[in-house]
């Protein structure tokens, strides 16, 4: 069974950037779809970004389209989520997860989730 850990979430002012890591027990994971989603306090978790197994395929909710970057090492067996021009509203906790197969919007289609990095972006 695949593990998932995050690293990278912390502290940061608005405008500021982040760069989230989540590294991957098995070497199966170049194979699986990954995805990255954040859940703020009382709300539902949301996607944020999901990229192919072979990092050719990515795609971004609208909210962060062109402020955030998702990649991937294969080799390192991680996935990154490298955000910029941070705003408060980015506040929550951020997890990645993984499939086997394509990616996908839908959290319900994950089947490995990571414990979650907290995000705070002040303002």
């Known amino acids: 069974q695949v593990q998932l850990v995050e690293f990278g979430g912390g502290l940061v002012q608005a405008g500021g950037s982040l760069r989230l890591s989540c590294a991957a027990s098995?070497?199966?994971?170049?194979?699986?779809?990954m995805g990255w989603f954040r859940q703020a306090p009382g709300k539902e978790r949301e996607f944020v970004a999901r990229i192919s197994w072979s990092g050719a395929v990515t795609n971004y909710a609208d909210s962060v389209k062109g402020r955030f970057t998702i990649s991937r090492d294969n080799a390192k067996n991680t996935v990154y989520l490298q955000m910029s021009s941070l705003k408060p509203d980015d506040t929550a906790v951020y997890y990645c997860?993984?499939?086997?197969?394509?990616?996908?919007?839908?959290?319900?289609?994950?089947?490995?989730w990571g414990q979650g990095t907290q995000v705070t972006v002040s303002s």
């Open positions: 098995e070497r199966t994971f170049s194979s699986y779809g």
């Open positions: 997860a993984g499939k086997t197969g394509g990616s996908s919007s839908n959290a319900d289609d994950y089947s490995y």
